[in-house]
T-cell receptor, first 113, second 110 residues
Framework: DTAVSQTPKYLVTQMGNDKSIKCEQN?????MYWYKQDSKKFLKIMFS???????INETVPNRFSPKSPDKAHLNLHINSLELGDSAVYFC????????????FGDGTRLSIL | EDQVTQSPEALRLQEGESSSLNCSYT??????LFWYRQDPGKGPEFLFT???AGEEKEKERLKATLTKKESFLHITAPKPEDSATYLC???????????FGTGTLLAVQP
């Protein structure tokens, strides 16, 4: 059983489009995260939710909007996609705060044409 | 500012040739240092958490150690299946988030 699953795995789209990435975890964790990994493999936190409440909101363009319908799901919606949004986006979850190990999904590779 | 630096960026080893990866960090009040392994096309896979200087953790051919300024991931007699990118991350300071280094790409040749 996949612990943290993301869909889709690949997303190829045109500049200016709106797209969503979905994430689900079946670990019973309270906290979920979105990370962006650039071409140099650097992982940077974007958002974090604890039990559906936003607790980390990094300096990310307003075009990115996370939504957590329940504590097992955290989706990421991106409006008006730009070339610089091309990256791999990872979802993760942890039992509580960031002092406990985070478990990652396999990523969504977003390519903007 | 909290910072994590990993070295070397890339390391090529022969099978059986032991070595160490370094993770230097600057964070006020470390609350946890994490090692992850990432394979191509996959998400980071958790390996170890270290919480205080002097702590050591082992798993198969891997051993992680921690001082007040750095952590080492020692790889003993590596095998080709140990080839991956190894990521270090720290949690601490005033921010409530995990800060990652840029990783070490390890290639173990048979």
């Amino acid at each position: 059983d996949t612990a943290v699953s993301q869909t889709p795995k690949y997303l190829v789209t045109q500049m200016g489009n709106d797209k969503s990435i979905k994430c689900e975890q079946n670990l019973g964790h309270d906290t979920m995260y979105w990370y962006k990994q650039d071409s140099k493999k650097f992982l940077k936190i974007m958002f974090s939710y604890n039990n559906k409440e936003l607790i980390i909101n990094e300096t990310v363009p307003n075009r990115f909007s996370p939504k957590s319908p329940d504590k097992a799901h955290l989706n990421l919606h991106i409006n008006s996609l730009e070339l610089g949004d091309s990256a791999v986006y990872f979802c993760a979850s942890s039992p509580g705060n960031s002092d406990q190990p985070q478990h990652f999904g396999d990523g969504t590779r977003l390519s903007i044409l | 500012e909290d910072q994590v630096t990993q070295s070397p960026e890339a390391l090529r080893l022969q099978e059986g040739e032991s070595s160490s990866l370094n993770c230097s960090y600057t964070v006020s009040g470390l609350r946890g240092l994490f090692w992850y392994r990432q394979d191509p096309g996959k998400g980071p896979e958790f390996l170890f958490t270290l919480y205080s200087a002097g702590e050591e953790k082992e798993k198969e051919r891997l051993k992680a150690t921690l001082t007040k300024k750095e952590s080492f991931l020692h790889i003993t007699a590596p095998k080709p299946e140990d080839s991956a990118t190894y990521l270090c991350a720290v949690y601490g300071g005033a921010t409530n988030k995990l800060i990652f280094g840029t990783g070490t790409l390890l290639a173990v040749q048979p």
